[in-house]
């Protein structure tokens, strides 16, 4: 006698409701693969590259934000809550809240953990008036009118240690505030200091030319090979150096990016490699698959991906892991492989953006395969990341449609 009961729809959970999260939740939601719950405790989603944009005074704090509930795609459940911990063995999530999410697909996209409390003196600095950055929503608020209103003085820019998300990033609003400081004839009485934790701006030589040539024009200060190591605010004052050499710097403004990790449940939980120091979730950086744990998936900034991580890399990241997990599903093997493809559009001026697009092993990956010298500063650049992609990413991104 045949057994004519429908079968239970498979249960896909999804650990963080950002860029990665949402646009593989919409991608597997189209694709009509399971029953999928979103776990995030933000009310309010976040528009990231926007932040720098914002610190540099070239876009409103508000283009940046929308309603959590209003970007999730309809038919996907959001829960509001925090993960404690994962037991990939019985396959279930438990949340901060003392509840707990049963799967049979898991997929991490928990981003990464600003990690202000490594730098001493840090999160102290951030509180002060003087003390910004890009890469938190209300600091880079808080930033525009700093950078905006400055005459006269000496401001620190400073570019956290890979990994990071997008770490690179930390440089936009530096060229923004030198452009309008330049255009209201301020420049030369504003002392612009970057440190930069890399011998060279970006790392890729092309990028690293376009750059150093924005770097001399703005005649900015940088210090390569140089991290930031301690802050006293109440002096004015930051220590930055490498190996056994340091150097104090005074300011008058510090823009800081802190370091970066991966939240601490992901290693607690046994999802990261025993040697992973940073705590990503150990995946197959070309198929995004754990390599224990078959159910377990990673993309974004929480998964090791073997290249550099941002933003413009998720797209491919999801296109990749949701045929993956459909292939499995039916009994296949991955087949998807993502190159390590990644992108840095670099704002080095207020209208004008050099586009860095490249690989893990660092080779150009223009979006226009012939267009070769795409990664060279140009308008047209600029407008496609300051007004076309916001358009995209809350439209067609989010709901897995781009």
Same mark, same amino acid.
């Given at each position: ?48 590259? %926007? ?60 981003? !990464?953990? !600003? ?6 003196? %840090?999160?102290?600095? !951030? ?19 700093? %950078? ?176 993956? !997990? ?77």
């Amino acid at each position: 006698m045949n057994d004519s009961r429908p079968t239970a729809p498979e249960q896909i959970v999804i650990i963080g409701g950002g860029n990665a999260g949402l646009s593989v939740a919409g991608r597997l939601h189209r694709a009509r693969v399971g029953e999928i719950t979103v776990i995030e405790p933000r009310e309010q989603h976040v528009f990231a590259p %926007l932040q720098s944009h914002i610190a540099g005074g070239a876009a409103r704090a508000s283009e940046a934000v929308r309603r959590q509930a209003d970007v999730i795609s309809s038919g996907v459940r959001w829960v509001r809550d925090e993960v404690f911990t994962v037991d990939a063995d019985a396959q279930r999530v438990h949340l901060v809240s003392g509840e707990h999410l049963d799967y049979d697909q898991l997929v991490v996209c928990a981003g !990464m953990r !600003m990690a202000w409390e490594q730098v001493p003196g %840090l999160p102290e600095a !951030m509180s002060e008036p003087t003390g910004i950055s890009n890469y938190d929503y209300d600091l880079a608020a808080k930033a525009s009118p700093v %950078l905006r209103d400055l005459r006269a003085g000496t401001v620190v820019f400073t570019q956290p240690p890979e990994p990071a998300s997008c770490g690179a990033a930390a440089q936009k609003p530096m060229y923004l505030a030198c452009d309008w400081w330049r255009s209201i004839g301020v420049r030369d009485d504003i002392r612009v200091v970057f440190v930069c934790p890399d011998p060279v701006p970006f790392g890729i030589p092309a990028i690293d030319r376009e750059l150093q040539r924005k770097l001399d024009e703005y005649g900015i200060e940088v210090r390569y090979s140089r991290e930031l190591r301690s802050v006293d605010a109440g002096a004015g004052t930051l220590v930055i150096g490498h190996g056994d050499a340091e150097e104090t710097l005074s300011y008058d403004v510090l823009h800081a990016v802190p370091p970066q990790r991966a939240p601490e449940w992901i290693a607690g939980s046994g999802l990261a490699a025993s040697d992973d120091r940073h705590g990503f979730v150990d995946v197959d950086p070309e198929t995004f698959q754990h390599v224990r744990h078959p159910e377990v998936w990673s993309v974004g900034d929480a998964a090791a991906v073997a290249t550099r991580r941002s933003g413009g890399a998720i797209r491919q990241q999801a296109k990749a892991l949701v045929k993956n !997990m459909k292939a499995v599903r039916d009994g296949g093997t991955p087949s998807a492989k993502y190159n390590g493809y990644s992108v840095v559009p670099f704002t080095v001026s207020r209208g004008t953006v050099v586009f860095a697009e490249f690989d893990r092993e660092g080779r150009l990956q223009p979006t226009v395969p012939f267009w070769r010298s795409l990664y060279r500063e140009r308008r047209l650049s600029w407008i496609a990341d300051r007004r076309i992609l916001p358009w995209v990413y809350w439209h067609l991104i989010l709901r897995g449609l781009a």
